[in-house]
């Protein structure tokens, strides 16, 4: 069974353009979940999709927006893009979503760089 | 606010040793906590977890405890592999907010040494 895939696996902007990055979860997996990593913060969340619907939403700006397709594919978009968005950028996809943890595969992430 | 703090950013142990990470929370909402294990260029892999209804779970060489008092938890490595050499996160969620937003530590780089 193919895992997380995750397209590109590097980028490079600049700031002010904007980035489209886009997950394909595990066949069968509904769930899509993002998160940020930076040296400085770790990995946060960003937000979480479970059959097309945001279903939880970390503390980030507005600029910072996702989706999800009847597919379960799942793209995450940044928009006027700064300095600070340079990061890691991960998918993780389980099968369910809710109240019931359900364990989290994670792609190998896309390395955003913002110059 | 960081709700879940590893202090030790790196660790370094002799093969053969026990490897102790060391995880720390501060909201007494969190029910569910994960280990995750990261390699360079590679997504987390989850590890290991356990419920709130538990202080110990154990899977092979890796036994995670908790200690809901002191809101602490730590996973035991025994006996540490070269190929355990990897960056360690702790994460954790509560049901009531949406089980899948995992809140994650900071990292500890566990470097085994042979």
């Known amino acids: 069974k193919a895992g997380v895939t995750q397209t590109p696996r590097y980028l490079i902007k600049t700031r002010g353009q904007q980035v489209t990055l886009s997950c394909s979860p595990i066949?069968?997996?509904?769930?899509v979940s993002w998160y940020q990593q930076t040296p400085g913060q770790g990995l946060q969340f960003l937000f979480e999709?479970?059959?097309?619907?945001q279903r939880n939403k970390g503390n980030f700006p507005g600029r910072f927006s996702g989706r999800q397709f009847s597919n379960s594919r799942s793209e995450m978009n940044v928009s006027t893009l700064e300095l600070g968005d340079s990061a890691l950028y991960l998918c993780?996809?389980?099968w369910g979503a809710g109240a019931t943890y359900n364990e989290q595969f994670f792609g190998p992430g896309t390395r955003l760089t913002v110059l | 606010d960081q709700q879940v703090k590893q202090n030790s950013p790196s660790l370094s142990v002799q093969e053969g040793r026990i490897s102790i990470l060391n995880c720390d929370y501060t909201?007494?909402?969190?029910?569910?906590f994960l280990w995750y294990k990261k390699y360079p260029a590679e997504g987390p892999t989850f590890l290991i977890s356990?419920?709130?209804?538990?202080d110990k779970n154990e899977d092979g060489r890796f036994t995670v405890f908790l200690n809901k008092s002191a809101k602490h938890l730590s996973l035991h490595i025994v006996p540490s592999q070269p190929g355990d050499s990897a960056v360690y996160f702790c994460?954790?969620?509560?049901?009531?907010?949406?089980?899948?937003?995992?809140?994650f530590g900071q990292g500890t780089r566990l470097t085994i040494n042979p």
């Open positions: 999709y479970f059959s097309e619907t």
């Open positions: 356990i419920s709130s209804i538990k």
């Open positions: 909201n007494s909402m969190f029910d569910y």
């Open positions: 066949s069968g997996h509904r769930s």
């Open positions: 993780a996809s389980s």
């Open positions: 994460a954790a969620t509560h049901r009531a907010q949406g089980a899948q937003k995992l809140v």
